[in-house]
């Protein structure tokens, strides 16, 4: 379930950008610091009908926006992502699931930074998971926050 103060802004992370809203992906759940997100294999099937490279690499690199709607003041930060890899582990034949979190304490020091210093990097490994509970890839990246560009209008819907 998304918490009714996140749906604006997570409906506007899965459709703003064209390529995103493309694949299906859908936000499942999302509530403080912690989402779930899912890819469904319908859409995103390769030469050989498992799911397509990139569109496992975008269920990854998505994560750092989407976390940051419900980790940081949205009005005040953009995040943006300096790095991803990804290891493909097996191949993927059905649905895959990502769920992502930030304990409050590590969402507070990252923000306080981006506050002192303009912006915060912060890592994360994230598990790309089938259906069966095997971890078909794993995403290793380095996001960002930056505070918002002067006179820039913040990018995402206010949350209630």
Same mark, same amino acid.
Request: contains cysteine; proline residues 4%.
């Given at each position: 379930m998304i918490e009714e103060k996140y749906k604006l802004a997570a409906d506007f992370a899965l459709t703003s950008i064209e390529g995103i809203k493309r694949t299906g992906i859908k936000l499942v759940e999302m509530r403080d610091r912690y989402a779930k997100l899912v890819m469904p294999l319908e859409g995103n099937v390769n030469h050989i009908n498992m799911m397509y490279a990139g569109s496992l690499f975008t269920l990854g690199e998505i994560n750092g926006g989407v976390i940051h709607i419900c980790a940081f003041d949205i009005q005040k930060f953009v995040p943006i992502v300096k790095e991803i890899n990804i290891r493909f582990r097996r191949p993927a034949f059905t649905d895959i699931t990502v769920e992502v979190s930030?304990? &409050?304490?590590?969402?507070?020091?990252?923000?306080?930074?981006?506050?002192?210093?303009?912006?915060?990097?912060?890592?994360?490994?994230?598990?790309?998971?089938?259906?069966?509970?095997?971890?078909?890839?794993?995403?290793?990246?380095?996001?960002?926050?930056?505070?918002?560009?002067?006179?820039?209008?913040?990018?995402?819907? &206010?949350?209630?």
């Amino acid at each position: 379930m998304i918490e009714e103060k996140y749906k604006l802004a997570a409906d506007f992370a899965l459709t703003s950008i064209e390529g995103i809203k493309r694949t299906g992906i859908k936000l499942v759940e999302m509530r403080d610091r912690y989402a779930k997100l899912v890819m469904p294999l319908e859409g995103n099937v390769n030469h050989i009908n498992m799911m397509y490279a990139g569109s496992l690499f975008t269920l990854g690199e998505i994560n750092g926006g989407v976390i940051h709607i419900c980790a940081f003041d949205i009005q005040k930060f953009v995040p943006i992502v300096k790095e991803i890899n990804i290891r493909f582990r097996r191949p993927a034949f059905t649905d895959i699931t990502v769920e992502v979190s930030l304990e &409050k304490e590590e969402a507070d020091r990252i923000e306080k930074e981006a506050e002192e210093k303009g912006k915060a990097d912060f890592e994360m490994e994230l598990n790309l998971v089938d259906t069966n509970g095997e971890v078909v890839s794993i995403v290793k990246g380095v996001w960002q926050i930056r505070t918002m560009p002067e006179g820039m209008e913040a990018p995402f819907p &206010k949350i209630q």
